[in-house]
C-alpha cells in the first residue's frame, strides 16, 4: 500500500490542524493504521494508532484528549485531528500502516507516508 499524508501547516499554540493520510495500491480496511511524529534532534515516536474498524484506538499519553484518530475505509483514508497544540508537537507526521488488522501492545508500521509538516508557534 502507498500512503499520502497530507494537512500540515503553521499554526499557533491552541490552534488546531487535521492530518489526512489516503491509501493506495493496497486494500486500506486491511490495515491497522497510524499515526508518528519525529521532531528535529529526536526520534520518531508513537502518536495514535486504530484497528481495522476504527472502533478501537490507541493513543501516546501527550495525544490522549488532545488528539483524535480516525479512518474512512470507503475513501482508504486516515485522519489525525489535533486540538489544542502546543509548540512542543512541532515535527513531521508520519502515516503507517500496519500487516495486521488489529492493535497489539505495540504498533509496527510496515508501510509509511512521506511526513507532512506541523510547525505550531508559540
Known amino acids: 500500500v502507498q500512503l499520502q499524508a497530507s494537512g500540515g501547516g503553521l499554526v499557533q499554540a491552541g490552534g488546531s490542524l487535521r492530518l489526512s493520510c489516503e491509501g493506495s495500491?493496497?486494500?486500506?480496511?486491511?490495515?491497522?493504521m497510524g499515526w508518528f511524529r519525529q521532531a528535529p534532534g529526536k526520534e520518531r515516536e508513537f502518536v495514535a494508532a486504530v484497528v481495522w474498524s476504527g472502533t478501537m484506538t490507541k493513543y501516546a499519553d501527550f495525544a490522549k484528549g488532545r488528539f483524535a484518530i480516525s479512518r474512512d475505509n470507503p475513501k482508504s483514508t486516515l485522519y489525525l485531528q489535533m486540538n489544542n497544540l502546543k509548540p512542543e508537537d512541532t515535527a513531521v507526521y508520519y502515516c503507517?500502516?500496519?500487516?495486521?488488522?488489529?492493535?497489539?501492545?505495540?504498533?509496527?508500521?510496515?508501510?509509511w507516508g512521506q511526513g507532512t509538516q506541523v510547525t505550531v508557534s508559540s
Open positions: 495500491g493496497g486494500t486500506f480496511s486491511s490495515y491497522a
Open positions: 503507517a500502516a500496519q500487516n495486521h488488522p488489529y492493535l497489539s501492545t505495540l504498533f509496527r508500521g510496515n508501510y
